[in-house]
């Protein structure tokens, strides 16, 4: 270590000052170094710089870039709850476009609750990201106070990528058309009788997935008799189930749970009440999460390419040209609906 950089670290927080003096480079030459400017600087002052910041534990001030510039090199991605792996896939990809293009991805939790993710985007405004990417699924309570936070934070330079209507750019997955798609399958199996568990009413994932399951099971002479309420996870999924069970089951029904997470706690509560999932109740699912291929027996769900479209979401973010890809969904049949006859 020299004695300029010795004499530096005295200080328990080194500065942009401190690298310039022990680099022996003025404090603009320093700063276009470590703060990405894309003015040219010479190899040798470069190397000194990176070294003078290296021995000193220096660390950019990346507040004070993202004011500098006006945006910094993070992306925001608001999602309901990290504990999902239906978000943990859409996490995945933005992650991997992140690190293609040298950039952070912060992650927030919404919950869902739409106060919350109010307060979350008008937090990130202070902080400048380049953009925002919103992939939890919104009610009409919701709709209003994120939009205009959205707006908001656009008239600041940031750019928006929402899963469903709201921001500059929209990643588009046709929840009802393919969970129309899986209600005709599971019609032509043979089934007549089901129960759909979803969430609340008026959340817009679930309100496509049960509408268009519902109409896809009637085109091919099934009913969907009752539908219960809940929430996004595994636990909902096993107490709506229990009290359909409760309400009576008949053998041969075909269970629609909004997702795959429901539908895994929805097999929980068939096996505790001394039922058989397959042969006596049948259970469906949506997402094709991995568990959903791990579970005995495998679940029949739709497959939406999750990671991909996290891909999609970041480089919408990134790309001046970027264009929308249609994601591709897929219905996978597995041993959960064995069929009937």
């Not at 979401?313 to 001046?320: H, K, T």
């Amino acid at each position: 270590m020299t004695d300029a950089v010795r004499r530096a670290g005295r200080a328990s927080t080194p500065t942009l000052h401190d690298v310039a003096r022990a680099a022996g480079v003025s404090l603009a030459t320093a700063s276009r170094v470590l703060n990405g400017s894309e003015r040219k600087v010479a190899e040798s002052f470069r190397e000194r710089v990176e070294q003078a910041a290296a021995e000193l534990g220096y660390t950019a001030n990346v507040s004070a870039q993202a004011i500098a510039r006006g945006t910094s090199q993070v992306i925001a991605l608001l999602v309901a709850d990290i504990a999902d792996p239906y978000f943990g896939l859409i996490a995945s990809g933005v992650a991997r476009g992140a690190d293609e293009e040298g950039l952070i991805v912060t992650v927030a939790i919404t919950e869902r609750e739409p106060q919350r993710e109010a307060r979350i985007l008008h937090a990130l405004r202070g902080q400048r990201p380049r953009g925002v990417i919103l992939a939890a699924s919104r009610s009409g309570e919701s709709e209003k106070v994120t939009v205009d936070e959205l707006t908001a934070f656009r008239a600041l330079g940031g750019r928006t990528v929402t899963f469903g209507p709201g921001g500059d750019r929209t990643i588009g997955i046709d929840n009802r058309g393919g969970a129309e798609r899986l209600g005709r399958a599971m019609a032509q199996r043979g089934y007549r009788r089901a129960v759909a568990l979803g969430a609340a009413e008026g959340v817009r994932t679930s309100d496509d997935r049960l509408s268009g399951f519902a109409a896809g099971f009637a085109a091919d002479g099934g009913e969907v008799s009752r539908v219960y309420r809940g929430t996004f996870e595994r636990e909902s999924g096993a107490a709506t189930m229990a009290a359909a069970l409760a309400d009576g089951i008949e053998p041969g029904t075909l269970v629609f749970a909004l997702s795959d997470v429901v539908a895994i706690g929805a097999m929980t509560a068939i096996r505790d009440a001394g039922r058989t999932v397959g042969s006596d109740i049948a259970v469906c699912g949506f997402d094709d999460v991995p568990v959903s291929r791990d579970v005995t027996p495998q679940l029949t769900t739709v497959r939406v390419p999750l990671s991909d479209l996290g891909y999609q979401a970041f480089r919408a973010i990134v790309d001046a040209d970027w264009q929308s890809v249609p994601a591709d969904l897929e219905v996978l049949v597995r041993a959960s609906t064995p069929g009937i006859g």
